[in-house]
């Protein structure tokens, strides 16, 4: 069955610092894995996907970027985090069908 | 562009009165539209998918239905557990679309015992 693991459920940073949340998979390979952002009062915002390794499409203009490394591995990074950065970042994967797969989430303050 | 609205934005109902969320949609063609409930503080689950027009699908007391421009979830008497905020979300057939899903601001559902 397809997992989706996510850490840490909670993060704290200060505005300017470094960021790294990591999402791995379990499951048939080759999904294509996502990163979701959900603001309060906002609804889900795609922000990267990934259809396979290296493979990285952005759609929307930010300070984070994706990486996907290995096949079951998927990176949300930044080099200066923002107080707009924060919110709930949720890792999701889909394979074959159009069902998403949702990670537990990281619930990310930026003060 | 794809868009998805979710009314109401909350829902308050006594244990055992049965109602109905909305989710209106626009898309340039629907490949599928999918509902999902999520618990504070955790990830979306998926609960059905509708692909056509008249389309139903149900799970214990809940059933979606289909439009060519909303979609229902039903809930017939409900319990306090089903308090959550339910997810729709659309995907278009076009060939960037089809990666990706356009979710609405959810509706938050409360039922009071």
């Known amino acids: 069955s397809q997992t989706i693991h996510q850490w840490p459920a909670t993060l704290v940073q200060p505005v300017g610092s470094p960021l790294s949340l990591e999402c791995t998979v379990e499951?048939?390979?080759?999904?294509?894995l996502y990163w979701y952002r959900q603001a309060a009062g906002r609804g889900l915002q795609l922000l990267f996907y990934?259809?396979?390794?290296?493979?990285i499409s952005s759609e929307v203009p930010q300070n984070l970027s994706a990486s996907r490394p290995q096949d079951r591995q998927f990176i949300l990074s930044s080099k200066k985090l923002l107080l707009s950065d924060s919110g709930f970042y949720l890792c999701?994967?889909?394979?074959?069908?159009?069902?998403?797969?949702f990670g537990s989430g990281t619930q990310l303050s930026v003060l | 562009e794809d868009q998805v609205t979710q009314s109401p934005e909350a829902l308050r109902l006594q244990e055992g009165e049965s109602s109905s969320l909305n989710c209106s949609y626009t898309?340039?063609?629907?490949?599928?539209l999918f509902w999902y409930r999520q618990d504070p503080g955790k990830g979306p689950e998926f609960l059905f998918t509708?692909?056509?027009a008249g389309e139903e699908k149900e799970k214990e007391r809940l059933k979606a239905t289909l439009t060519k421009k909303e979609s229902f979830l039903h809930i017939t008497a409900p319990k306090p557990e089903d308090s959550a905020t339910y997810l729709c979300?659309?995907?278009?057939?076009?060939?960037?679309?089809?990666?990706?899903?356009?979710f609405g601001k959810g509706t938050k559902l409360s039922v009071i015992p």
């Open positions: 999701a994967g889909r394979w074959g069908t159009e069902k998403l797969f």
């Open positions: 499951g048939t390979s080759n999904p294509n």
């Open positions: 990934s259809v396979g390794i290296g493979q």
């Open positions: 898309v340039s063609g629907l490949r599928g």
């Open positions: 509708l692909y056509s």
């Open positions: 979300a659309v995907q278009d057939n076009s060939g960037a679309g089809s990666y990706q899903l356009t």
